[in-house]
């Protein structure tokens, strides 16, 4: 008796588990307990959700994970999605070996979309350099409705015509004046995106062109994907470093931003309560950091910003509810710049070696500017320098200068 009142369960057990099996089968599920079905049936759900349109040159992802590797298995096309045998090349004179591992290079000769919901991963489980080919004419983009995840991984553009990064030095803009410039890949965070594009402890480099204005070919730029962080990564040129429209809760920090043809950080029209802390940003083609036109609840804290075209950090265009504070700004036209913008705090700066301090403009009101330490400021009066009626309309307190003689020269009195 006690043999056959074991017995019974165990059958039923076992009727239970083979009747789950047969009705996973049905329906396409997977179970990954049974590990001689599960490759086909991971392989089976990939293909449902890459798809490759030859007329569009366009990947299409809607899967819940996938990568590189993953496209490539489903594609099967050395001319859409290439992993390189030799790693060996030869970049300005230099070879190098990417990581000593082969097997970790990929050329894409197309377009990704990302879709809603879906997540593309590009990390180093399968990927130490992203080639996005660009031979000059065609610039294919990667586009997020969904998650983009970019981790401990180098992403560039690459000409393989010259076995090269794509240079677009002719991209232009002067006033409005606009001068197209050679094309290359860019990365957008479309306006629809339902989830957030991280790129970590990443490189990024030789992406994005002069297309028009609105053109949005910018380089790395978001319209949506509330909450992104971008940390740990030199990114570097870029036609804009990083362009941002309407996001919020993003962070940017600890990161070295260089050489951007135009705009080191840019976040722009609506773009509000981002962090941008830690960062080193130099040698860009225009202004270091700047947000315009509506900027919000942005904090400016811990930067070092040098040797940029045109200025170092600029409230501009309606920006209010903001932070610039324990920033380090040298060898600038104009180290920091309030231009028709309100309620902001600017303290506890140093700018040195630049055309002016700290410049607050006429139509700037109710801005808080205190304990800046200004050096080698070539005139005293433009330590801080204060348009028409701006010292009526602000708050200035505790700004010193210290000259080239060591001298420290209160700027409140000349206010």
């Given at each position: 008796m006690l043999y056959q009142a074991d017995a019974v369960p165990t059958f039923s057990i076992l009727i239970a588990v083979t009747m789950f099996l047969f009705f996973q089968l049905l329906s396409g599920g997977s179970f990954y307990a049974f590990s001689s079905l599960s490759p086909q049936l991971t392989e089976l759900s990939l293909a449902s959700c890459i798809s490759y349109d030859p007329e569009e040159n366009m990947i299409t992802i809607t899967c819940q994970s996938a990568n590189l590797s993953d496209i490539h298995s489903i594609l099967g096309d050395q001319n859409v999605l290439l992993k390189e045998n030799d790693v060996d090349v030869d970049v300005d004179n230099i070879s190098r070996n990417i990581d000593g591992d082969s097997g970790n290079v990929w050329q894409l000769n197309a377009g990704i979309a990302v879709a809603q919901n879906a997540t593309l991963y590009i990390n180093s489980t399968d990927t130490s350099w992203f080639k996005i080919l660009a031979d000059g004419e065609t610039a294919h983009p990667i586009l997020v409705s969904g998650n983009l995840k970019i981790d401990s991984a180098k992403?560039?553009?690459?000409?393989?015509?010259?076995?090269?990064?794509?240079?677009?030095?002719?991209?232009?803009?002067?006033?409005?004046?606009?001068?197209?410039?050679?094309?290359?890949?860019?990365?957008?965070?479309?306006?629809?995106?339902?989830?957030?594009?991280?790129?970590?402890?990443?490189?990024?480099?030789?992406?994005?062109?002069?297309?028009?204005?609105?053109?949005?070919?910018?380089?790395?730029?978001?319209?949506?994907?509330?909450?992104?962080?971008?940390?740990?990564?030199?990114?570097?040129?870029?036609?804009?470093?990083?362009?941002?429209?309407?996001?919020?809760?993003?962070?940017?920090?600890?990161?070295?931003?260089?050489?951007?043809?135009?705009?080191?950080?840019?976040?722009?029209?609506?773009?509000?309560?981002?962090?941008?802390?830690?960062?080193?940003?130099?040698?860009?083609?225009?202004?270091?950091?700047?947000?315009?036109?509506?900027?919000?609840?942005?904090?400016?804290?811990?930067?070092?910003?040098?040797?940029?075209?045109?200025?170092?950090?600029?409230?501009?265009?309606?920006?209010?509810?903001?932070?610039a504070r324990n920033n380090i700004v040298s060898n600038e036209d104009n180290g920091i710049i309030i231009s028709e913008s309100h309620n902001n705090e600017v303290y506890n700066n140093i700018v040195s070696d630049s055309g002016t301090g700290i410049d607050v403009d006429e139509d700037s009101y109710d801005n808080v500017v205190y304990n800046n330490t200004m050096m080698n400021i070539p005139e005293t009066s433009e330590a801080l320098y204060l348009r028409d009626e701006a010292s009526q309309q602000n708050t200035l307190y505790s700004n010193i200068l210290i000259n080239e003689g060591g001298q420290e020269i209160s700027l409140d009195s000349n206010n």
């Amino acid at each position: 008796m006690l043999y056959q009142a074991d017995a019974v369960p165990t059958f039923s057990i076992l009727i239970a588990v083979t009747m789950f099996l047969f009705f996973q089968l049905l329906s396409g599920g997977s179970f990954y307990a049974f590990s001689s079905l599960s490759p086909q049936l991971t392989e089976l759900s990939l293909a449902s959700c890459i798809s490759y349109d030859p007329e569009e040159n366009m990947i299409t992802i809607t899967c819940q994970s996938a990568n590189l590797s993953d496209i490539h298995s489903i594609l099967g096309d050395q001319n859409v999605l290439l992993k390189e045998n030799d790693v060996d090349v030869d970049v300005d004179n230099i070879s190098r070996n990417i990581d000593g591992d082969s097997g970790n290079v990929w050329q894409l000769n197309a377009g990704i979309a990302v879709a809603q919901n879906a997540t593309l991963y590009i990390n180093s489980t399968d990927t130490s350099w992203f080639k996005i080919l660009a031979d000059g004419e065609t610039a294919h983009p990667i586009l997020v409705s969904g998650n983009l995840k970019i981790d401990s991984a180098k992403v560039t553009s690459w000409n393989p015509n010259t076995n090269n990064y794509t240079t677009s030095q002719d991209s232009d803009r002067n006033g409005q004046s606009v001068n197209i410039g050679t094309p290359r890949p860019y990365i957008v965070v479309e306006d629809d995106a339902t989830g957030t594009t991280d790129i970590t402890n990443s490189e990024l480099a030789y992406l994005g062109y002069e297309a028009g204005y609105g053109e949005g070919r910018t380089g790395l730029r978001y319209e949506a994907g509330d909450g992104s962080i971008i940390s740990g990564n030199e990114i570097y040129n870029l036609y804009f470093g990083l362009y941002t429209r309407g996001v919020g809760g993003m962070t940017i920090e600890n990161n070295h931003i260089h050489d951007s043809i135009h705009y080191g950080l840019d976040p722009h029209t609506g773009t509000h309560d981002m962090v941008i802390r830690n960062n080193t940003v130099h040698d860009n083609g225009s202004t270091g950091i700047i947000c315009s036109l509506d900027c919000y609840n942005i904090s400016i804290e811990d930067n070092k910003v040098y040797n940029n075209t045109k200025s170092g950090i600029m409230f501009s265009r309606n920006m209010f509810d903001s932070i610039a504070r324990n920033n380090i700004v040298s060898n600038e036209d104009n180290g920091i710049i309030i231009s028709e913008s309100h309620n902001n705090e600017v303290y506890n700066n140093i700018v040195s070696d630049s055309g002016t301090g700290i410049d607050v403009d006429e139509d700037s009101y109710d801005n808080v500017v205190y304990n800046n330490t200004m050096m080698n400021i070539p005139e005293t009066s433009e330590a801080l320098y204060l348009r028409d009626e701006a010292s009526q309309q602000n708050t200035l307190y505790s700004n010193i200068l210290i000259n080239e003689g060591g001298q420290e020269i209160s700027l409140d009195s000349n206010n």
